[in-house]
């Protein structure tokens, strides 16, 4: 009997899983929190700076932080290409007011991959903290709230869903992601898109710490898979438990 407990003891505490993602980062040099956050948290992060890949199978998750870059029908094939092969992917934009270009090629590019049509684009206020209400982004870490310098922000999410809004139930939000199947034609990958580059910079560190957190958890796998050593601790015990029965 005190085996068995033993047993189910260990099988409960099996559940104990690892941030391994590989992710590929594309940013201007504005800010590294984003990197150093997820560095420290384990995950394996390749700094790409502004250099854009053809390929990017290699890597579990890309983040295009390129706030004043236009997207290139290059890249776009690129991130379609990405996601068609189960990729995960966050896509950068910028409040219309500082640079409207971005977007311009942003919004299309998300039509494109399959994330349909961001509609009623305006600004929202600055300096103001707004309710993160997506459920699936206020896990795992307790990301409540978010402030903005400025944001773009739309009355339609295309096929996403608003992880922000000005107010709960508003309709009005910021910050999209697309879960398993909200994508056309790509029914196993995830993406984020948000509008303001700024959102790694303002708030708490504590803040920013959760929202990066949050976004890499979201778009990372979908069923997180135990440590190896787990899998030779269950087989361990397994077999002591029928030695003791002969």
Known sequence: MRITYFLVIIIAFLPIFVYADSIYIMHNNYT??????????????????????????AYNQVWDLRYDTNLTSTDVTAFNTYLSNGGRLYLGGEQRAFDSSRNNTLIPAIATLG??????????LAQVYYPVTMAELKTPAPWTQIKFYN???????GTGTFVVETSVGSGVGTIIAWDFGD???????????????????????????YMVQNFAAYLGASVPVPEPSCFWILGFCILFYFFKKI
């Open 151 to 157: 944001t773009s922000s739309f009355t339609s999410p």
């Open 32 to 57: 590294m929190n984003h990197i150093n956050i997820l560095t420290n948290l384990g995950y394996q992060v390749t700094n790409g700076g502004t250099t854009t890949l053809s390929n990017y199978s």
């Open 115 to 124: 994330g349909g049509t961001l509609s009623g684009q305006a600004n929202i």
């Open 183 to 209: 994508i056309q034609g790509k029914s196993n990958v995830r993406m984020i898109a948000g509008f303001d580059i700024d959102i790694f910079t303002a708030g708490t560190t504590q803040e920013i710490q």
